[in-house]
């Protein structure tokens, strides 16, 4: 007949570790994650990034900056987000579906062209009456065929600053005329701040509008 021995006492309390060694085990378990939590939160959401801006201000201090554009030493805007220019002496950006709060009712929304702070499209589709009369509208307005696409829709952003030169030129005439001055200069001032393809193959030669203006008041 075999005895069974008895499990000691001690054997039974290491089997069965306490309350405080239960939450000395978890504690240890989960410290190197909370330290690699720390660790890469300092090196991904602090340091990575500051090291990003740091190096984009040595290397491209004007494109870190927001690349803003001034004149007299002032800031009359950014070459990355269009502008709306009323005057005829100013050669006119693409069209702009950027809306803003209805200061009357904040419960709708109001056209407001570049707005920076709502970068958005139209989500107009094709079948959309609204955008066909609008488009249909601008076309008229624009003068004889045929009408550059970029004269008469948005980008997809809103916000772009540049136009193809063919809209570019159909704008020359008018703004020669409203300028008092001849229609070859304004194309010579067009031609100096037509921007080609990025590398030769990148990209559409465009005109940044803003740039452009300043050229013509500089010219004056």
Do not use: C, W
Request: net charge positive; no cysteine.
């Amino acid at each position: 007949m075999n005895i069974v021995s008895p499990v000691p006492s001690t054997a039974r309390q290491q089997a069965s570790p306490g309350p405080a060694e239960t939450r000395m085990g978890i504690l240890s378990a989960i410290r190197p994650a909370i330290v690699l939590i720390a660790v890469f939160t300092l090196l991904t959401g602090v340091a990575l990034p500051l090291g990003f801006v740091g190096v984009g201000r040595a290397v491209l201090p004007f494109q870190a900056g927001g690349s803003l554009v001034e004149r007299d030493g002032k800031v009359v805007g950014s070459a990355l987000i269009g502008q709306v220019f009323a005057s005829d002496k100013y050669f006119h950006a693409r069209p702009s579906a950027t809306t803003d709060t209805d200061p009357a009712d904040a419960t709708k929304q109001v056209p407001a062209p570049y707005n920076a702070a709502a970068s958005l499209a139209s989500n107009m589709g094709p079948t959309s009456k609204a955008l066909v009369e609008r488009v249909q509208g601008d076309i008229a307005n624009a003068g004889p065929a045929p009408v550059p696409a970029d004269a008469v829709t948005t980008s997809a952003s809103g916000l772009d600053p540049h136009i193809t030169p063919a809209n570019a030129l159909r704008q020359v005439a008018g703004v020669a005329k409203a300028r008092g001055v001849t229609e070859d200069k304004v194309r010579a001032l067009l031609a100096e701040n037509t921007e080609s393809r990025l590398l030769g193959v990148i990209g559409e030669p465009r005109v940044n509008v803003l740039r452009l203006n300043i050229a013509l008041d500089a010219a004056r």
